[in-house]
Structure formats: C-alpha cells, structure tokens
C-alpha cells in the first residue's frame, strides 16, 4: 500500500494562498487522491478528490503531476475558520497519518 | 439528508467493562468504516464492512474487539474488557460503493470519545 507523506504544520495570513503538497511515490494505477479537513473534535470532511491533472471546486484545487508522485492542494484566501488539520489520503486502509496542521492568522 | 450519525458522542467505562459504539451511515449508504484516533495522531484504518459481512479487519486487534453491520439497524463496534489503551476517539465512515474501486469518498461521522477510567 502506498504510503502519503504531508508537512507536519503550515503557518499563513488571511487573504493568503495555502499550498500543501503530499507525497506519494509509491501511488498504485488506480489509486484516486483524497484530501479530508479535520476540526477539533469532529470527524474528517472531504474537501476535494483527483486522479491526474487539475480539479477544481467551490473550496479548492488540486493538482497531480503527471507522474502523480506527489500532489498539491491549494486553499485560495485563507480565512481563520481554515485552520485545521489536512490528510491526504490514497486507500481506505491506510493511516491518515499526522496530517498538515494549518493556521491561519489575522 | 442526515450526516453519517454515531453514538454517544461520549462514552466512561471502567477497566474491564464492555463499550459499544454506534455508527448509523448516511442514506442510501452500504459500505461502513471504522477508525480510531489516539490524541495528537491522525486516524488508524480498523475494519471495513458491508451490509452483513466483514470486508476487511486488517486494522483491528485480535483479541476483545469486534464489529458488525446487521441487515437493519446501525453499524457497532464492540470492546470487550475495555483497558486504559484503547481510550481514544472512534470514527465511523461510510460510502455508497466500495471507496477503492469505485474512488467513492468516505463521509465521516464526529465519532465517539472513549474514556476508560
């Protein structure tokens, strides 16, 4: 199963971009490229989900090289209520992991 | 259309008591997922099923846990003898299809802190 590696923590402004890259290398042919949002005491939210190239929605971006060794979600204009937690995620069965803890500050 | 539902949210039981989790999923949603979350860690895959049948229980631990999903009713995830160790928040999901074949995102319920005492 492949394993995801994500910075640990990530500090911005409000009105910044934030980009967060998740390593991937091992990625498997039909693996699909999740990220989830975690606040203090709730369960993960899906933010936004890709295979290759770029996806977006009304709250993000993703982005997937063509090799899809890695990929990179961009939150546009950060506001304090971003600050969270973010996992990527690559197959149910694995770990999320620690996560990228994201603050954001006034 | 409600969220994927668990309960208690909060649950006390001292050394050697029996816990049980409750995960009701989103409508229209067969396939159930169960995590556990230690503070300051990111989720840990437990045990994935489908409406009567165990898919997969790689994550889980062998021995004092188990987990279910009968024809009606909520998904439960049982802890026998409960130990200081297993005092965590547990996070069910669930999906519409099968999440890796068919790339369906999980949707999480807001779990159920476990306390043993």
């Known amino acids: 199963l492949a394993k995801t590696t994500q910075p640990i923590s990530m500090d911005s402004y409000e009105g910044q971009e934030v980009n967060i890259t998740c390593s991937h290398n091992?990625?498997?042919?039909?693996?699909?490229i999740t990220w989830y949002q975690q606040f203090p005491s709730q369960g993960p939210r899906f933010i936004i989900q890709?295979?290759?190239t770029k996806v977006t929605n009304e709250v993000a971006s993703l982005f997937i090289p063509a090799d899809r060794k890695s990929s990179t979600l961009s939150l546009p204009r950060v506001s304090l209520s971003d600050t969270a937690v973010y996992y990527c995620?690559?197959?149910?069965?694995?770990?999320f992991g620690a996560g990228t803890t994201v603050t954001v500050r006034a | 259309n409600a969220g994927v539902m668990q309960n208690p949210r909060h649950l006390v039981r001292r050394r050697g008591q029996e816990a049980r989790l409750r995960c009701s999923p989103m409508?229209?949603?067969?396939?159930v997922y169960w995590y556990r979350q230690l503070p300051e860690e990111g989720l840990k895959f437990m045990v994935y099923l489908q409406k009567e049948n165990i898919i997969d229980e790689s994550g889980m631990p062998k021995e004092r846990f188990s987990a279910e999903f009968p024809k009606e009713g909520p998904s439960i995830l049982r802890i026998q003898q409960v130990v200081r160790g297993d005092s965590a928040a547990y996070f069910c999901?669930?999906?519409?299809?099968?999440?890796?074949?068919?790339?369906?995102?999980?949707?999480f319920g807001n779990g159920t802190r476990l306390t043993v005492t």
């Open positions: 091992n990625i498997a042919t039909n693996d699909y």
């Open positions: 999901a669930s999906s519409p299809r099968q999440n890796v074949a068919y790339n369906s995102p999980l949707h």
């Open positions: 995620l690559l197959d149910y069965k694995l770990s």
């Open positions: 409508k229209g949603h067969s396939h």
């Open positions: 890709g295979y290759k």
